[in-house]
């Protein structure tokens, strides 16, 4: 724990000094890549060897998207090397994101080395900075991202395709730190049999032996797995104190039977008439999680769930291909642009995304505003749009700090063009304006008969009851915030293309049965996150329906 302290701290430092010599780190980091893979396929028909600035670099190479690398990447993975990178993968990571596709993203020990590592270690830094206690035990942490695969699917090649939470990084790239907080609890490692893809039970399990420790910390990233652990908890409370109670594990002979713990856990129960994560750990100090987007909507009744006083910590703006923001000390939302690692290029979320279109620099950006962001890195991704939105929250030493906004997809029936930022924003405007307690919410352009003008419906969770009044007002409310927002939504509306705003309440627990629900078709937790558009009527149903279909651990 003292070298891992020590690695975390350090990189955190090294991190922060860079921010003072921004600019040179952008044009060294841009000028290792080419000169690392100039000799490579892709390097050779983009002319690496003559390219000396950002400006020669955005005249040979286009912007990319994943499909249009997946050629590249496809023959990598089948055992072709020297194609993006000079360096062979040793792991493809799977995309985390919403499509449902399973991205092979190129894991190079170059950026590992180069662009992973550092910022990797640098976000740890503020919770063990200011929550120590939590590395005191390893059963103090419970880390609900971890899933380790025994027996890991391959690309042709014979290399992993998996999620990064899947990787023995100290094993597969010599980093023998690198093991996140809480893997080596005693749910680290299940140790009683369960099907692959059974992740319902597979979560079942991790609870039910951590209901019996003294968890002061939940890491889970995606914060939807994070929102799911209370309702978790109440599902499965019977199971969770008769296996407490009989010492079993999945109904399999584990531990010594423990009524003592039992008895007090019912009475908890039977005390608070419900039972929370605060009541089954009362030292609870900190979650880990991305704490924007959908999850700005929930996040402080969330924290209540966990008890008075937890600070929720940031995860860092990232995905699969690459960093683009970590959090250096304990702002909220927002973290430094990860300088080493990567060139960043951005551009106006209101634009198109094209091969050609004309990008800004860190330099450029405004405090305020929403950007795509591109980046190329030493791992053979070259000015890729990785599809998300950030927006600039400030700057520290001149370097823009960024919190995630959402994903750069758009709903556009008639020309609205609107984006996840604009109408999560809106509808937190809409629940200040009314009062009203917004838990979660998706929407999507209505069903309607041929002729009728286009309306958004949306489904709103809440803990409380609204009335028609207050619905009606929240419609309204939410409708003026989306045109304060879009511009070309407001535009829509006042043409009479779109409609006024539709707002179907839900109990509070819809959200969380759907997710169970996307979980138990065989999807990593990981993977299954928040969606705001949601156009695919079936799923629709399901979700505004009343069927708790795949709640998962029963008895």
């Known amino acids: 724990m003292r070298d891992y302290r020590k690695r975390v701290l350090e990189e955190r430092a090294n991190l922060e000094a860079a921010l003072a010599d921004a600019d040179d780190h952008q044009c060294r980091v841009l000028s290792e890549l080419l000169e690392h893979n100039a000799d490579t396929e892709y390097g050779r028909a983009h002319s690496f060897g003559a390219i000396r600035s950002l ?12 499909a249009a690398l997946a050629p590249w990447i496809e023959r990598m993975a089948a055992g072709e090397s020297n194609l993006l ?19 092979k993203i190129p894991v190079t020990p170059g950026f590992m080395r180069r662009t992973f590592f550092p910022f990797y270690y640098a976000a740890w830094a503020p919770l063990i900075e200011h929550f120590p206690d939590v590395l005191d035990r390893p059963d103090a942490v419970l880390n609900l991202k971890h899933d380790p695969r025994p027996t890991p699917p391959t690309t042709a090649s014979g290399r992993p395709h998996v999620g990064a939470s899947q990787v023995d990084l100290g094993t597969r790239f010599g980093e023998p730190l690198s093991a996140e907080p809480g893997t080596f609890a005693s749910w680290g490692t299940l140790p009683v049999p369960v099907e692959e893809n059974d992740h319902l039970e597979k979560a079942y399990l991790r609870l039910r032996l951590a209901v019996e420790s003294d968890v002061r910390c939940v890491i889970g990233i995606n914060p939807a797995m994070v929102a799911a652990l209370p309702y978790q908890l109440t599902l ?9 109670r009989d010492g079993t594990l999945g109904g399999v002979p584990y531990g ?3 009524p003592e713990r039992a008895a007090t856990l019912e009475r908890l129960a039977d ?9 089954v750990w009362p030292r609870m100090r900190a979650l880990f999680f991305w704490t924007t987007g959908m999850a700005s909507l929930y996040l402080e009744r969330l924290r209540e769930e966990f008890g008075p006083g937890v600070t929720a910590l940031p995860a860092p703006v990232a995905a699969s291909e690459g960093p683009v923001g970590v959090a250096l000390d304990r702002h909220g939302s927002a973290g430094s642009l990860v300088v080493t690692a990567s060139a960043y290029e951005f551009l106006d979320a209101e634009s198109d995304i094209r091969p050609d279109s004309l990008t800004l620099t860190m330099n450029e950006l405004e405090p305020g505003r929403d950007y795509h962001v591109i980046f190329s890195h030493i791992g053979g991704l070259y000015r890729y749009a990785v599809g998300d939105v950030v927006r600039v929250v400030d700057r520290v030493r001149g370097v823009p700090r960024v919190e995630y906004a959402g994903r750069s997809t758009r709903s556009d029936a008639v020309g609205e063009r609107l984006r996840d930022a604009q109408v999560i924003r809106a509808l937190a405007e809409a629940a200040r304006a009314t009062g009203l307690d917004v838990r979660n919410a998706a929407c999507r352009v209505a069903d309607r008969p041929e002729g009728a003008v286009a309306h958004y ?6 803990r409380d009851r609204w009335s028609e009044q207050e619905t009606n007002r929240f419609a309204s409310e939410l409708d003026t915030a989306i045109g304060r927002e879009s511009a070309a939504y407001r535009t829509a509306r006042s043409t009479g293309r779109l409609g006024l705003v539709t707002v179907r309440r839900l109990d509070g627990d819809a959200f969380l049965r759907d997710w169970h629900a996307r979980v138990a078709t065989g999807i990593r937790p990981t993977q299954v996150k928040d969606r705001l558009f949601r156009q695919d009527h079936e799923l629709w149903e399901r979700l505004t329906g009343t069927d708790p279909v795949g709640e998962g651990g029963t008895a």
């Open 55 to 66: 400006d020669d670099f955005r005249k040979a190479v286009p912007i990319n998207d994943y």
């Open 85 to 103: 990178s000079a360096d062979d993968p040793a792991v493809y990571f799977t995309s985390s994101g919403t499509t449902g596709s399973h991205k």
């Open 236 to 244: 499965w409370w019977p199971r969770l104190v008769k296996e407490i």
């Open 256 to 258: 010594t039977p423990d």
């Open 271 to 279: 005390h608070f008439g419900t039972v929370r994560p605060a009541h």
């Open 457 to 462: 419906e949306f489904a709103v969770a809440a």
